[in-house]
């Protein structure tokens, strides 16, 4: 197995190679970069194999200029089973032709006795309308490559016999709380709970997998751009989400754990069934003790890629009002449990290029109309640039959180809990996408879960009410509340209401005596 940056990695069989998540160019409007940077890594060769696997549609996975330049147009795709054929359509624009649509949870075998295993995750929320994760296994020899999915219970892969090579993302992958305007110390005193629910998470899926090598991949990336520095974890701040892969190895080794593997691009790893020999491209604790150096090496480097970014954003040419209503009112139109779910008015503040005049625009859910902001009371609120709205029309893009929201390059505020169907809304501006949201949440809301399990007192439904995590072995409860540690979720149990969003009610009681 060879390191190619952040969640990529290639594999080697004596049956054949796959290329897992290549990712080398900036993403999310050149906010985020791979680190440590991959950019000088032998692609021309890298990219020769037999099987490209892209996990999913978030850009620090599928970087579409490096796939269309140095992956074989002749490697098979290893394609998740999708609802949306989106992923498909858009490699094929890059030239790919030979696709093996696999079955989720079915094991396919391929030539030379190689054997690979996609699950595909396939809530709204899971990443842009999927995330999924690949087992490989070859002469005995078995992988996962969890990279950032998030699944229910990985029984489905100890099913099929002991990991080797557990690769799973341990790192802050969203905007929460940075982007937030709160106080400083609100923000990192959030920041260390999810830093902390991060690693929690990572240790309950190291431990469900009990793999022989734990590999810390798909995390975190870097910040090059000065407006956007001090998101990098080299300040010293525990409310820091992106923690590096150091960091990871001391955390792991408080709660036990010695089979921490760190691959660097360039690092090899030869496995075997009872072994892992790992060789490095340079020590990889000097690296990290130096991380500071390194990165203002590439901030340096990268300025121009930035720079150039930024000088195709604006596109004054274009009525962000008119587009916007032509896009977004017919899908507010059809909109049932989205724009329930949301309930009121999102404002948009768009700040001019001349960085102090601003335009408000409002989505008005209930009145299912884009319009200008009237004075009224909204509970979410977002602000960002005008160039940024203007570039997200001009390239259509249907899917603002995989752009705009990841990128950090904005704030927000809100009134009472999270909610997550105002970022299900705008990750789906697409009639496709949209049509697949509502008819989940259709299902999901519909779907009644009779099983329970029992905390001490309470008898409590068994499937979380948020995306059906098994609450007997993702649930902590502590005094009346119970906290699914799969996405961090609070229920108060005595009244069953959620206490992280809007909505999704648990169904709880009092154990008899």
Known sequence: MTGTGHASMRIDTAAGSILCDPWVNPAYFASWFPFPDNSQLDWESLGQVD??????????????????????????????????????DELRDLGFTS??????????????????????????????I?????????????VLNQNDARPTDLSTFTELGHVHAHML????????????????????????????????????????????????????PCFLDDELWQFNDIFGDEGNIFPDQAVFQREYAKVGGTNGIVLLPGSVTELTT???????????DEFFANKKAHLEEMRVRKAPVIAAEKASWRHPEIDVLGELKKRIEPLLEESIYLAKGVGGPVRFDLVSYDGES???????????QVRPYADEKVRYRFRTQRELIEH????????????????????????????????AFFKCLSEERLQYAEGWYDEHEKSVDAEDTVFGDWTVQRRCPHLKAD???FGIVEGNVLTCQLHGWKFDLPSGRCLTSVGHSIRASRTAS
Request: charged share 25%; proline share 5%; glycine share 6%.
């Open 51 to 88: 099987y490209l696997y892209v996990s999913h549609l978030h850009r620090d996975h599928f970087d579409a200029e490096h796939l269309k330049r140095f992956v074989s147009k002749k490697a098979t795709v290893l394609l998740p089973e999708y609802p949306t054929s989106q992923l498909e």
């Open 99 to 128: 696709f093996l649509k696999t079955k989720s949870n079915e094991v396919h075998e391929l030539d030379g006795g190689l054997k690979v295993m996609i699950q595909a995750l396939i809530s709204p929320t899971d990443g842009p």
């Open 130 to 142: 999927g995330d999924s994760s690949l087992w490989v296994e070859h002469d005995g020899i078995r």
């Open 169 to 220: 993302q341990f790192s802050g992958a969203i905007w929460y709380p940075m982007v937030y305007e709160l106080p400083e110390s609100a923000k990192r005193a959030f920041g260390k709970q999810k830093r902390d629910r991060q690693f929690d998470r990572t240790w309950r899926y190291i431990d469900d997998l009990k793999a022989s090598h734990v590999f810390p991949i798909a995390g975190p």
């Open 274 to 284: 009872d072994s892992a020999e790992t060789t490095h491209p340079t020590d990889v």
């Open 358 to 368: 601003v335009e408000s625009i409002v989505v008005d859910f209930p009145g299912k």
């Open 392 to 423: 997200l029309i001009f390239i259509d893009e249907g899917d603002w959180v995989n752009s705009l929201f990841l990128s950090c390059r904005f704030s927000a505020a809100r009134i009472g809990q999270y909610n997550e169907f105002v970022y």
């Open 471 to 473: 609450l007997s072995r």
